[in-house]
């Protein structure tokens, strides 16, 4: 290896990004049996927890293009998985709301990932948990140039 390189085996970006991959895939499998992908997993949890979200909102939070999420709130707003308002009423922003068979898909959804989530911690005491936790959000903030908390 050149002094420049970067060791795979001890690189922790790299780790990071192979946790990543392996809990993304994982997260796949259990949801394909569902009808989901990990994009509609994600828009309905962020609709939970912040109901009234706009198209641009949801497509940060799920980490994907706007026309990507649009695509998205059209299919699950044409299959009644969401609702959004006919015309906006301030600017463009039509905010989404989950509709009763929206919470109900989420709460199939959500049992399926938390169960990978467990997968992914077995082995780890609380202190280890909380440590990776810890460790994970300090990543991001420094990665963001956002100060320490």
């Given amino acids: 290896m050149s002094q420049a390189g970067i060791d795979l085996e001890t690189s922790l970006g790299y780790l990071l990004k192979e ?20 994009t509609h997993y994600s828009c309905l949890e962020l609709l939970a927890q912040r109901p009234g979200l706009s198209n641009s909102e949801l497509a940060r939070g799920a980490f994907v293009t706007r026309q990507t999420m649009n695509v998205l709130l059209q299919a699950l707003e044409r299959d009644g998985v969401v609702t959004r308002p006919a015309e906006a009423a301030v600017g463009k ?8 068979l929206g919470r109900g898909q989420l709460a199939q959804a959500s049992a399926a990932v938390r169960s990978v989530e467990l997968r992914m911690l077995e082995g780890m005491d609380e202190r280890e948990r909380a440590d990776a936790l810890r460790s994970l959000r300090s990543m991001v903030r420094s990665l963001r140039g956002e100060p320490a908390a």
Avoid: K, Y
Avoid at 22 to 38: C, F, H, I, K
Avoid at 93 to 100: D, G, H, Q
């Fill in 93 to 100: 922003v039509l905010p989404a709301r989950l509709t009763e």
């Fill in 19 to 38: 946790a990543s991959s392996a809990l993304r895939a994982a997260m796949e499998e259990v949801l394909r049996p569902l009808g989901m992908s990990m």
